[in-house]
């Protein structure tokens, strides 16, 4: 994907999961399907929560060279808590990190995109690869929430 078209591709994201959790049967919502699997607004919540996060990385690799930054995974705390919210809070939430990564991201320069961010020490992303893994991350999690992914 051209990295003019990312934060686009984003808010296009946030929007499907907006159309979703708004149509969606509100108890069913917070239903785990089987042990191990997050329940739909687990993943919504954890969709938010990654948009908000590589908004964050970005933001990190354009101001420093180079920073490490830890691995984000939510607590079991976390994921119990995330079945409590309001669907419709959610997906206003979703929206509004959706759009302001995408703020982020359409004000790049050319010389911007290349710049990288360390997960942990281990894995390098560029700004570039930082935009579509957030893109992906909005992307396959609405087809988990959806069970489109496990009918697969």
Known sequence: MPVAALGAA??????AWRRFLLAAEPRG???????????????AAHV??????????????????????????????????????????IAAEICAQADRL?????????DDWGRTVMREGVDRFTVAGLGCFAVHEAHHHLRDATGELRQL
């Open 102 to 110: 995408a703020a982020i991201l359409d004000d790049r320069g050319r």
């Open 48 to 89: 938010r929560d990654m948009l908000r996060v590589f908004g964050d990385r970005v933001v990190l690799a354009i101001e420093l060279d180079n920073p490490t930054v830890a691995g984000y995974f939510p607590t079991e705390g976390q994921c119990r808590a995330y079945n409590t919210l309001d669907p419709a809070d």
């Open 10 to 15: 984003g808010t296009d994201e946030s929007a």
């Open 29 to 43: 919502l917070s239903v785990n399907p089987e042990p191990g699997v997050w329940s739909p607004l687990q993943y």
